[in-house]
């Protein structure tokens, strides 16, 4: 396992690192806004929030990087494993067996009510093979790895010397010095015509007006880097956080005696789904939205945007990237 001086060393916010840091760039901490009130109720409230400095990868983790992960401990991710049917009872016998979720595009409008519209769980699919099993990481090495489930997140971060960012910690990253912008180059969706990040255009999930590709992960840095310096903070694929879910911020972090400092997110308690009350996987918080966010459906290409995951699901738009954290010594 590599290890980390995780001393700014009186780096620059934004500044790329030393040798002991390589890829990473330092973030410095701070006091910011957290959360939004004019989008998603799990938004809420806004309340200020302290953060420690910390480096931060500069962009997701790469098929490349994962590859030597792989290539140097044999590790086997969630997808690649054989499935216990005693923990999914009444899952049919066909999808008991090794494979992640994939995207599969309508070909008219469906109910956004039914994810099952558009997502399907695909025998052999896994990092490897993200697509499906036809598919291939081939020539991708720079784009960001995907069809891995929190597990295998955390045991690439752990061999990395690193830890995966608190939501506060990816939200503070993401927003780049911009207090309070929408988005985290600005208030603006496409600045002078320009498109900033990998998202869905047109209706999702059928009408797909990126003419010329195929609704997919792109190269990391494809797009400039926020004020931080870091690349793909919103869109292209979702990220791994630390925290464990809850439906909302918490209605006494906003009160101005008791700002929160590197808080770590709800308990495990709550991070269940209530509306299905017999599955009892615990969720994660994303960060950033993907390559599949449309403002019809998932306009959640926004730093204060999170959604939940379950731990053990593994899909084509979901990524991560890693940190070194001074509160985390």
């Keep these: 396992m590599q290890t980390h001086d995780v ?3 009186a780096v620059a916010p934004g500044e790329h690192p030393d040798h002991e840091h390589q890829g990473m760039v330092w973030v410095p901490g701070g006091t910011f806004q957290m959360g939004s009130n004019a989008f998603y109720p799990e938004e809420a409230p806004t309340h200020r929030v302290t953060v420690d400095g910390f480096w931060m990868d500069q962009t997701t983790v790469t098929n490349a990087q994962f590859s030597r992960f792989v290539e140097e401990t044999g590790y086997v991710t969630v997808a690649e494993r054989p499935l216990d049917p005693a923990d999914y009872p009444g899952a049919l016998p066909e ?17 956004l009510r039914n994810p099952g519209n558009w997502w399907g769980y ?3 699919a896994n990092w ?24 295998d997140a955390e045991a690439y971060a752990t061999w990395a010397g690193k830890t995966l960012p608190s939501e506060a910690e ?43 590709r195929q609704p997919a992960t792109m190269p990391v840095c494809s797009f400039p880097a926020n004020g931080y310096g ?42 269940y789904d209530p509306a299905q009350p017999q599955v009892r996987i615990p969720r994660k918080v994303l960060k950033g939205g993907s390559y599949l966010c449309a403002p019809n459906y998932c306009l959640r290409y926004r730093p204060a945007a999170r959604s939940p995951e ?18 985390a010594r």
């Excluded at 990040?197 to 010329?212: L, S």
């Excluded at 979702?238 to 008791?258: G, I, L, V």
């Excluded at 379950?310 to 509160?327: K, N």
Aim: include cysteine; glycine fraction near 10%; charged fraction near 20%.
């Design 95 to 111: 999808l008991l067996v090794p494979g992640a979720l994939v995207f599969q595009q309508p070909v008219q409008r469906v109910d």
């Design 128 to 151: 490897r093979h993200p697509y499906g099993p036809e598919s291939s990481i081939e020539g991708h090495e720079q784009y960001p790895v995907t069809q891995v489930a929190y597990e």
């Design 230 to 271: 870091l690349y793909d903070m919103a869109g292209n694929v979702w990220e791994w956080t630390s925290d464990w879910f809850q439906p909302r911020h918490s209605e006494d972090a906003d009160k101005p005696c008791c700002i929160p400092v590197n808080p770590r997110g709800g308990a495990i308690e709550q991070s």
């Design 310 to 327: 379950m731990v053990d699901t593994s899909t084509c738009h979901i990524g991560f990237r890693c940190v070194v954290s001074l509160s």
């Design 170 to 212: 990816w939200e503070f990253a993401a927003r780049g010095g911009l207090e309070g912008a929408r988005f985290v180059w600005g208030d603006d969706f496409m600045p002078d015509g320009r498109v900033m990040a990998n998202t869905w255009h047109g209706e999702f999930p059928w009408q797909n007006q990126r003419q010329g």
């Design 7 to 9: 001393s700014p060393s």
């Design 122 to 124: 695909v025998p052999g």
